[in-house]
């Protein structure tokens, strides 16, 4: 600085006007919602619970009442006795214990293969990596109901009708899981990671172990409940390939639905039986889910 800018006054040197610094929100606050976003998902939560509460309410009543004009808007008191008719006429012991042994094992084996699969295309580097992914991604667009006839012969060669691998085999992976998780890693895991870790010696099945599924985590529990709820609501593939004898709950359900005059109420009944064990364990594993949903987000 020179001796001329030293001996101006202090207003007449700094005449450049200051630069606010903007305003950052602190760590730890949370935005509040106004009383419009309360009315506006109150409007959404009422109606997507809406034709749960309305298979409550038609399952606890008669078949005669349901017939009537206006129809019920409240709860009856036969609820447990069409429930106890249709657990019984359906024989949902057995298609509960085939629909869990089904979904379960394509919910696993989708999400390890899926997971492994989105790795390979989101962060490895290997020939014809690019025709693979849109093959992949192309057999999203066919209709399932094309290939019911090929995978049905397919199936009957191997001796496996009426029996549960018919039903699990077809579904393992998925193109939409792989696709799924290759977008997903390919934000969520960094590559220096991958790098550090083979640095540090780590073999392929450990950099998978301990890297790749700690940072897949949210998005595997995410498609796991996406799996595991088609897999127990799947009916067109399970009712050619399974029959009464060995069901499950959507084959077992069918049958409630046969006969001149079929019971109304025992049909809902059934029907909120098989819908039962979906809301028990969205119950149980939804914070945990979301969680994961949150914390996938904030990662990203």
């Known amino acids: 600085m020179t001796a001329s800018e030293l001996t101006r006054p202090r207003a007449e040197q700094d005449v450049s006007p200051k630069r606010e610094r903007p305003r950052v929100m602190g760590a730890g606050k949370q935005l509040h919602a106004g009383p419009l976003t309360y009315v506006v998902l109150s409007v959404f939560a009422l109606v997507s619970l809406a034709p749960l509460v309305w298979t409550a309410i038609a399952a606890s009543r008669t078949d005669r009442r349901l017939a009537q004009t206006p129809p019920p808007l409240w709860f009856g008191g036969n609820l447990f006795k069409n429930m106890e008719r249709a657990w019984e006429e359906a024989g949902l012991g057995t298609a509960m214990l085939n629909t869990t042994l089904v979904a379960g094992t394509i919910t696993i084996s989708t999400v390890l293969f899926a997971t492994l699969a989105g790795f390979a295309f989101a962060k490895l580097r290997f020939r014809f990596s690019g025709v693979l992914l849109l093959l992949t991604i192309g ?162």
Not at 199 to 211: E, F, I, K, N, P
Not at 238 to 250: G, K, R
Request: glycine share 8%.
């Open 139 to 300: 057999t999203m667009m066919i209709p399932p109901q094309l290939a019911v006839v090929p995978l049905y012969l397919w199936m009957a060669d191997l001796g496996w009708s009426n029996q549960l691998q018919t039903v699990i085999l077809p579904t393992l992976c998925t193109a939409f899981g792989t696709f799924f998780m290759r977008q997903y890693l390919l934000q969520a895991l960094p590559g220096e990671l991958i790098e550090a870790a083979r640095v540090d010696g780590a073999s392929s099945l450990r950099v998978v172990w301990h890297v790749v599924f700690p940072a897949a985590r949210p998005a595997m529990a995410v498609l796991g409940l996406l799996t595991f709820v088609f897999a127990w609501n799947d009916f067109l593939w399970p009712i050619i390939a399974l029959n009464q004898e060995n069901p499950t709950v959507q084959v077992a359900l069918n049958s409630l639905g046969t006969g001149y005059v079929p019971d109304q109420a025992v049909i809902m009944a059934g029907a909120l039986l098989g819908t039962l064990p979906l809301l028990i364990a969205f119950l149980l594993f939804g914070k945990q889910i979301v969680g994961g949903i949150m914390q996938g987000a904030i990662k990203g």
